[in-house]
């Protein structure tokens, strides 16, 4: 189990699984990155980076939330969008 966290648009409903913080050198906490169900792994590259701007472009001037599903259990009646749904529309 563990905690997962989400960037969400409460405007629309919709969330995007980050997965879970991760402790990185010296410390410092990063979250998994955007999961990829074609490569059957969470990405933490640039493809990351251009799914959640492409989130924040389609999801501009809505009410936005970086919550975690302990905080926040309304994200249980989100819909979830897959990263790979914002890759096909990047590529
Ligand atoms: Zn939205």
């Not at 994200?75 to 749904?85: F, K, P, R, S, W």
């Amino acid at each position: 189990m563990g905690t997962y966290y989400y960037l969400c648009c409460k405007t629309c409903r919709i969330s995007l699984n980050l997965g879970k913080k991760l402790a990185k050198e010296g410390g410092r906490l990063v979250v998994q990155g955007v999961y990829s169900d074609k490569e059957r792994a969470w990405l933490n590259d640039k493809r990351a980076w251009d799914i959640i701007q492409a989130f924040f472009q389609q999801h501009e001037g809505h009410d936005l939330l970086f919550v975690n599903d302990d905080d926040f259990s309304q994200i249980q009646l989100y819909d979830y969008v897959e990263g790979d749904d914002f890759w096909d529309g990047v590529t």
